[in-house]
């Protein structure tokens, strides 16, 4: 069918699709694994990775992947060359490649050239895609030599003339790009696969860094690869410090959720692990969800296509059918009645073929509202606590690790050193091309969503906060408070550690795991690399033929608590009625009974209040006074309430579950404003002066200096007045951008001679010191009585000072009030106060407590604060910050490179342009500088001219 398009234009691969094809890995040892897994979906039982020193190349060594796996025909190795084409794709498979594309993406990520040896029954096939070849041959389209012999004599594979020369061609091309300088070098590459078949990938001319070393370490440690600058990798500093992103032997250990390959890596075999067997109370859950829909819809759409697609060729063939039958009729003759039972033959094998087809399709579509189940499973790493977070595996090849979910996310101490992995099929989610992500982004976040909810089920289910978090980890050797220090090595917490996890180890002949019943003997062991099933001290499993022991695992059970709507009102009352009578225990004053009734106390006060204000200009002074007194006792008993009640709304605020207030706005603020709303607060503002103006003449002999809890305050003439304490909770007016702004003392400095005041409409941050001496300070003397009380409801004003017979500061009698706390209660509060600042500025994002939580606590909590959690979880928040800001910075410098390349690329083509159109014109035909600008705008304008005077020219 495709020769009658022989002579078509064919889409072609350029040279330099093979760099950009290699950047889709930005994790270098995800181009690694690559190779490892294409040697596991060959079903091989050992790889080999190693390196061979050769200073002839760049990097100074060759990197080598040894498999014994199928191996591939001269055929099967043709297909790798095509990108994008696989044999692996299909739902049911277990395999781990499907889109046709690792080999090369991975290979093109450590080295510019790479060399593909395999063995396969009778052939011998050798791959080479070179870089280097396309460079210095200047070469566009990609061309792949690949020559084939014979296995058992070595000689080329080649019937006619013309492939012997194409054979001669590859071989000389290999011979001078590749590290293998003569026939006898080359040749030996395959007497390194020792069995009848297997596969051997070299890798050269190796990746460097800005240093000039090598991406891939391998002097550091002779038996691993290092990553030689793992901090300049796209992801966090403090996940960069597990071992598994430093090194490849840590990485390909836990590489698989069920490790049935040996590896070796520099000729040491590598101790792979099963993640549940090394897990203190491992538990598994099942989980439930038919929000995994996208590559399901996907595979039913295709699925219906085909049968679609199916259904019209069985149509087709038996129309064709019927067509002959009718031509012949009842004609004898021999040749016809073959082709009538041929074409009928082949309409009868599309028919069932269409009708597989629409089976499938049906199945697939009814699949859709099935839902999809997944297994998590959870347990304590007790040996590394720092190292905790979910692993995430597609058709058993990790894609994410050590993702935080939940309660790991918010931080602090809740959840932490749980580990937990899943196992996620193919029609769940589909990996991304480099397999170090998922292509639904949002399906993927309701799987980590999923996992932090059972992560919490999990956690109660093993009683951990029950007992003490503290406590757990000191019983396995944590005594140091520092979260990142690793456990104790006194021997008793060594075997404890020892006896929660026994050892778990793969025998090196039937690929079985073992698990080593307990033995004091065991602990600290070194166990050699070829350990076999033979040496099990276990007699039920010291032998290859025998089952592998399962895991003891027990099932949990995820319940998910979901109240009502009247539930959760029923527990706000409780709790809200709960509060209340705490405070009418501690004030038997006026309290209102519920919101409601508190509100109208409110209104009533306020319209009481509003009234005295209006008829403040018609009335003297006396009068104006006598109104305000006789508000006065009404007004400090809720002053006073509100007062002693402040250190209690901070908790009742984070236990009870309502909506918080918008914090009043300054005048920065309020350009963001609506024009309807700032038209609102503008009158307000208006209003709110005026009344202060007609009060401010009366009051302002009623103002002094405040200094200390306990300062005497005198007036201009020097002498004392009588009895006039200045105290914490005095109203306070300040003239701010011309204007007085009302507010409270809220701390004294009485070394300073200096006092702070919180604004009423302001948020903390604004708070400010002042000294006493300050022309814009004015406080209220608390032996006046009076209160000023501001026409709004959201702008009332606290006033904490009352007389000698009334109730003082706070409730409290006049005879504590007046006592001086002692020196060691003032700094105990400064340090305290410093120390709430501090942390409300540092405070980091998703951290346990808001800031309103943070400026309740007691002094008792604070020296209990977990201080060292804290700023862990900030400098790691930090670090993200600055690395997304590099990452951003390396990606536009990457661009701007690109762009200048297109560009320079864009000049050499302009001048090759302008120096065959005129070869007058001197300029270099490779030249890609300025120059060509300025000769391209020469040439422009002389064109311009020429068709001017062509149309003033008359015909």
């Known amino acids: 069918m495709a020769a009658q398009y022989r002579n078509l234009c064919r889409a072609q691969l350029s040279y330099d699709y093979l760099h950009t094809n290699s950047t889709t890995h930005e994790f270098l040892f995800g181009a690694l694994a690559e190779l490892l897994d294409n040697a596991r979906d060959a079903s091989a039982t050992k790889i080999n990775i190693y390196s061979v020193n050769d200073e002839t190349v760049r990097g100074g060594y060759l990197l080598c992947f040894l498999d014994d796996g199928q191996g591939m025909s001269p055929d099967e190795s043709a297909d790798i060359v095509m990108f994008g084409k696989s044999t692996k794709k299909s739902l049911e498979s277990q395999l781990i490649g499907m889109y046709g594309n690792g080999l090369k993406s991975g290979s093109m990520r450590i080295g510019n050239d790479f060399i593909l040896f395999t063995k396969k029954g009778a052939a011998m096939t050798c791959v080479f895609l070179s870089r280097t070849f396309h460079e210095e041959e200047k070469i566009d389209e990609v ?77 550091s440690d002779r038996y691993d690869i290092i990553l030689s600058n793992p901090e300049g990798s796209d992801f966090d500093t403090d996940e960069g410090l597990v071992p598994e992103r430093k090194s490849f032997r840590a990485y390909a250990s836990i590489l698989y959720v069920d490790p049935r390959m040996r590896v070796y890596i520099q000729g040491k075999k590598v101790r792979t692990k099963r993640l549940a067997n090394g897990l203190y109370k491992p538990r598994m859950y ?108 597609n058709c058993s090849r990790l894609i994410k690790m050590y993702q935080k979910v939940g309660a790991q996310a918010d931080g602090g101490v809740f959840c932490s050193g749980v580990v937990g992995f899943v196992d996620v099929p193919y029609l769940v989610l589909e990996p991304t091309h480099n397999k170090q992500d998922f292509a639904d982004a949002k399906e993927y976040r309701h799987l980590l969503q999923a996992m932090g909810e059972h992560m919490l089920q999990y956690w109660k289910d093993i009683n951990i906060a029950q007992q003490g978090v503290t406590k757990f980890w000191e019983d396995f050797g944590y005594v140091n408070p520092n979260w990142r220090d690793s456990p104790s090595q006194d021997q008793k917490f060594i075997r404890k550690r020892a006896m929660q996890v026994p050892i778990t180890l793969q025998c090196d002949l039937c690929l079985k795991w073992r698990i080593l019943p307990f033995s004091s003997n065991n602990i600290g062991k070194v166990f050699p690399d070829d350990w076999v099933c033979s040496m099990n001290p276990d007699p039920a499993h010291n032998r290859c033929s025998a089952q592998e022991e399962k895991l003891n695992m027990p099932e949990g059970i995820y319940t998910k608590v979901v109240k009502s709507k009247e539930e959760k ?272 500025y540092f405070l980091p994002p998703q951290w346990v407590m808001d800031k309103d939580v943070v400026s309740g606590l007691t002094p008792q909590q604070l020296a209990t604060f977990p201080l060292d959690d804290f700023f862990d979880h900030y400098e790691r928040g930090l670090k993200k910050l600055v690395s997304s800001f590099q990452l951003e910075a390396q990606n536009k410098m990457v661009e701007s490179e690109q762009w200048r390349e297109k560009l320079c690329s864009l000049r050499r083509m302009i001048a090759k342009l302008l120096k065959s159109i005129n070869e007058d014109f001197e300029i270099d035909q490779d030249t890609d500088t300025e120059q060509v600008d300025e000769l391209l705008a020469l040439c422009v304008k002389q064109a311009l001219q020429q068709n001017q005077t062509e149309e003033l020219t008359p015909s």
């Open 143 to 219: 061309i792949v030599p690949m020559p084939t012999f014979d296995s058992q004599t070595k000689k080329p594979l080649v019937k006619t003339a013309k492939d012997k020369d194409k054979h001669q061609l590859e071989m000389q091309l290999i011979l001078k790009y590749s590290p293998f300088k003569t026939e006898a070098q080359f040749m030996k590459e395959f007497d390194n696969i020792e069995g009848d078949s297997g596969t051997l990938v070299v890798i050269y001319n190796l990746k460097l860094l800005d240093s000039g070393e090598p991406e891939l370490d391998i002097k």
């Open 286 to 393: 099942k989980y439930s969800s038919v929000r995994f829909k996208t590559r399901s819809e996907v595979e039913a759409k295709k699925s219906q296509e085909d049968a679609k697609s199916a259904e019209n060729r069985a149509k087709e063939a038996e129309s064709k059918a019927r067509n002959v039958e009718l031509k012949i009729g009842s004609s004898v003759d021999k040749e016809q009645r073959v082709e009538l039972r041929r074409v009928q033959t082949s309409a009868a094998e599309l028919r069932r073929d269409a009708q597989i087809r629409k089976q499938i399709a049906e199945r697939k579509v009814k699949s859709l509202r099935e839902p999809k189940t997944l297994t998590f499973v959870f347990g304590i790493n007790i040996d590394n606590r720092n190292q905790d977070g979910m692993f995430i595996y």
């Open 569 to 840: 009102e029923k527990d706000l009352e409780r709790e809200i009625r709960k509060k209340q009578e705490q405070l009418e225990k501690l004030n038997p004053s006026r309290q209102p009974g519920s919101t409601k009734s508190r509100m109208e106390m409110d209104s009533d006060d306020n319209d009481d209040d509003d009234d005295a204000v209006d008829d403040d200009d018609d009335d003297d002074e006396s009068g104006r006074m006598a109104r305000k007194k006789s508000h006065q006792t009404k007004k400090i008993d809720r002053d006073s309430t509100k007062t002693k009640s402040f250190s209690l709304q901070s908790t009742w605020s984070s236990s009870v579950s309502k909506s918080k207030k918008r914090p009043a706005m300054s005048d920065e603020e309020d350009e963001y404003l609506p024009r309807s709303e700032k038209k609102t607060r503008h009158a307000r503002r208006i209003k709110r002066r005026r009344t202060r103006s007609s009060s401010d003449e009366d009051d302002e002999d009623d103002l002094v200096d405040e200094d200390d809890n306990a300062y005497d305050a005198e007036p201009d003439d020097g002498h004392p007045q009588d009895n006039t304490i200045v105290r914490v909770g005095n109203k306070a007016d300040v003239k701010m951008h011309n204007k007085w702004t009302d507010g409270v003392v809220v701390e004294l400095s009485k070394s300073k001679n200096k006092c702070k005041v919180h604004f009423s409409q302001l948020s903390e941050k604004h708070d400010k010191w002042f000294s006493i001496d300050d022309p814009n300070l004015r406080i209220v003397k608390p032996t006046e009585q009076t209160q000023r009380t501001s026409p709004s409801k959201k702008s009332e004003r606290v006033v904490t000072a009352t007389t000698a017979q009334s109730t003082s500061v706070v409730g409290f009698p006049q005879d504590v009030v007046a006592e001086t706390p002692s020196s060691s209660s003032e700094v105990v509060d400064d340090i305290a106060n410093g120390y709430r600042t501090c942390l409300r």
